[in-house]
């Protein structure tokens, strides 16, 4: 349950009713089993983007024995999955992916190696003190705690994740700082190039990239992508996001403070550090949609910080440029491979998702966070989950 | 097995008909315990009445009780938090001596004990997980409301709603709101 599905339902059903889904995802129910590949290709794949998805179709693919080439357009892996290394604070912090909204036994899954030997910890991640800040005024909330939940990494992050277990399987078919401007699928081979004039050559592509990226037509498609499929990636709403870590020489904030009111879940302030057994007092942000825009329609980081300062002045009485250390802030709109946050589906959510992924002449198929078809949209896990459910239609055909 | 089975429908179903008497002493009382409906647990309670008298009239058709009402209790969030409560109520109830239906009132002060789920590590061979815990306590000054109906002499069927705040000396009181659905019996008449 992502947290503007929990506070959507609140507001819906009433406290109470809305969180027996919680209830269920708790119960130690795995997820879906994945896919079964079958390794009978002998050609070539490339894979667009080194995101959650690509990363890990690399990884499938490696395993089985399969030629592959992954053509990432930023000079790091990770896509929307990113670092801050210790140094700031005295533990490492996730800039993009952070929560791990379902059971963590996922983790297990998306590796899908019974023989590996090691467990990642994790925080049970339940603040007990909410705040909300609405008409100027801070308000107690700590029922809230009864509900919410999730997980997060105690000493490491999603990026650590990747890095640790599937990167170093990969690694030597990653090319990066290669944005691809051209897919032509017209004749029996996928072509496909790159902004600095290099051509790949594979009998089948994956295309893990952005929505945004397909929405604003950074890839030209040749033939042109079928009208359904275009017209599904733009019913897709991709709204900005902003994330900002600050560092304080004092705590004075919750667990949680959820701004503009309870039920609006796109603006929170949160202990960064909650859980993680850290000295540092590290106040995070994450900020989504139009309360972004407060943000992220302004030119400069500085800026931003300046703002995210102000604003917390405003509800801690001037705290927070009393105490403040450091400040990091990681706007996602602005990052030219990403532009924004994460897909936000309309009504017609299940024959969208069968549409994004449906394959294109059995040479272009598709992964990434918009598209688990197991419905955990918007997620890390589900844009992993999403490779082996792409790599399994694309295998079983071929 | 058996007449641990049997033992609750005799209790229903067994009685002579319902006496207008007062309210026997130390009912044993068994409910489903709720935490905000889905977390689910179990109470056990006993009830020690100490006034009980008739309304004031020729035909009394109301009876006025007042009681103190110990309780032990366990409810769970499933791989998150196991809870004990030790809680101990003052109450005042009214029955209806016709429709024998009840409502009672009490404030109560319970103390909460709470293993938490802290952490947990997850074993990436086979998803399994292992769970770190810690103990949390808190006092759970509470507020009641509770409706049910004798069914005979013997037992009583009932509805609780009950307000609490947990409170610690370590953070800010934290609502909470629990539901119950039970039945007394009074097996010592």
């Known amino acids: ?398 | 097995m058996k007449n641990l089975l049997i033992l609750p429908l005799v209790l229903l179903f067994g009685g002579q008909g319902y006496a207008q008497q007062a309210q026997p002493q130390f009912p044993l009382s068994i409910s489903y315990f709720s935490h905000t409906l889905y977390q689910p647990g179990v109470k056990l309670g006993t009830q020690w009445t100490f006034r009980s008298w008739p309304a004031e009239g020729s035909e009394a058709t109301k009876q006025h009780t007042l009681y103190l009402s110990p309780q032990i209790a366990y409810y769970t969030h499933i791989d998150n938090y196991s809870n004990y409560l030790i809680n101990a109520e003052l109450g005042y109830r009214r029955l209806r001596l016709n429709n024998r239906r009840y409502i009672a009132f009490s404030i109560g002060m319970g103390y909460l004990a709470r293993s938490n789920v802290r952490n947990l590590s997850v074993n990436l061979g086979d998803g399994s997980t292992s769970k770190q815990r810690e103990w949390n306590h808190y006092f759970l000054p509470n507020l009641n409301f509770e409706f049910g109906r004798k069914i005979n002499d013997r037992a009583e069927w009932f509805s609780k709603w009950t307000y609490g705040l947990a409170t610690n000396f370590g953070q800010s009181p934290t609502s909470m709101v629990f539901v119950e659905l039970g039945a007394r019996f009074f097996l010592f008449q």
């Open chain 1, 1 to 398: 349950m992502t947290r503007k599905e929990f506070l959507k339902d609140l507001a819906a059903l009433g406290l109470g009713a809305s969180f027996f889904g919680t209830l269920f995802s708790s119960c130690g129910v795995q997820d879906a089993t994945l896919p079964d590949i079958e390794a009978n290709f002998d050609g070539k794949i490339l894979i667009i983007g080194a995101g959650a998805a690509g990363i890990t179709a690399g990884y499938i693919l490696q395993r089985q024995g399969i030629d592959f080439q992954i053509i990432e357009a930023a000079p790091i892996f990770g896509g929307r999955v990113k670092k801050l290394n210790k140094g700031f604070a005295d533990f490492p912090i996730d800039l993009g992916g952070e929560w791990i909204h379902t059971d963590p036994s996922i983790l297990a899954t998306l590796i899908d190696d019974p023989t590996i030997n090691a467990s990642i910890d994790l925080v049970n991640y339940r603040p007990k003190t909410f705040r909300v800040w609405k008409d100027n005024k801070l308000k107690k909330r700590n029922i809230v705690s009864n509900f919410y939940r999730e997980y997060k990494f105690k000493s490491t992050t999603w990026y650590d994740f990747f890095e640790q277990y599937m990167i170093p399987n990969i690694q030597d078919r990653m090319v990066y700082n290669s944005p691809v401007d051209l897919i032509d699928y017209s004749g029996d081979k996928v072509l496909v190039r790159d902004t600095n004039g290099n051509n790949y050559e594979a009998d089948k592509v994956l295309v893990t990239v952005p929505v945004k990226i397909i929405q604003d037509g950074h890839i030209d498609f040749q033939p042109a992508l079928p009208p359904a499929k275009v017209d599904a990636f733009n019913s897709i709403d991709f709204p900005p996001i902003l994330k900002a870590f600050m560092k304080f020489s004092e705590r004075f904030y919750p667990d949680m403070l959820i701004m503009d009111g309870l039920f609006i879940q796109d603006y929170l302030f949160y202990d960064a550090a909650f859980g993680k057994e850290a000295q540092s007092n590290v106040l995070g942000l994450f900020v989504i949609g139009d309360a972004a825009r407060d943000y992220t329609d302004l030119a400069t980081r500085e800026a931003i910080a300046n703002r995210i300062i102000q604003r917390l002045d405003e509800v801690f009485d001037g705290k927070a440029s009393r105490y403040l250390e450091d400040i990091v802030v990681q706007d996602w709109t602005k990052e030219p491979f990403v532009q924004g946050s994460y897909s936000h589906f309309g009504d017609d959510y299940e024959s969208t998702i069968e549409t994004l992924t449906s394959p294109v002449s059995d040479k272009l198929y598709f992964a990434g966070e918009a598209m688990d078809v197991e419905g955990d949209t918007s997620t890390v896990h589900g844009a992993s989950r999403s490779a082996y459910q792409a790599l399994s239609k694309m295998l079983r055909k071929a």
